[in-house]
């Protein structure tokens, strides 16, 4: 009994620690805490609220994943598939905003796509973000963003 407790104690601490969602273990379970719990759900569904690390790109905006039509004068970015996730469906980051550190500026883009290519932490923005943020002419490397409200 003993065992059992200490076992179920440490899996607990474990899951706080790690941030899990119930949904995140066993997808038939829901995503928002019960009521009163005294628990917060996490920033977004994919990932804690960074900072993350990563490359940036440009792309050729039109129709995206998340179901707008955006245009590469807007900014917007397109989401890694790690944090995006199903590339198939609208990801729940779709619409949620992300702020960049660059070497020329720090700006807020909304995500309004998927970059199945991606690597985690990174993000393909349109040609006015990419402009805005850096210096680079293709890719800058060691790019920082976070999660912040729209």
């Not at 792309?59 to 039509?69: F, L, Q, R």
């Not at 905003?97 to 932490?121: N, S, Y």
């Amino acid at each position: 009994m003993k065992a059992t407790v200490t076992f179920a104690v440490f899996v607990g601490f474990l899951a706080s620690a790690l941030a899990l969602d119930a949904a995140d273990v066993n997808p038939s379970l829901p995503s928002q805490p019960a009521p009163g719990s005294g628990l917060r759900r996490r920033a977004n569904n994919v990932s804690a609220a960074g900072p993350f690390v990563g490359k940036l790109t440009w792309y050729n905006v039109g129709g995206d994943a998340c179901g707008t039509n955006s245009k590469d004068s807007d900014m917007v970015a397109a989401l890694n598939k790690p944090q995006y996730g199903d590339t198939s469906k609208v990801s729940p980051n779709c619409g949620k905003c992300a702020k960049i550190k660059g070497d020329k500026a720090t700006i807020v883009v909304r995500i309004v796509d998927a970059c199945p290519e991606c690597k985690f932490g990174s993000l393909d923005l349109s040609k006015a973000a990419f402009k805005a943020v850096t210096k680079a002419d293709g890719v800058a490397n060691k790019i920082s963003w976070s999660w912040v409200k729209c």
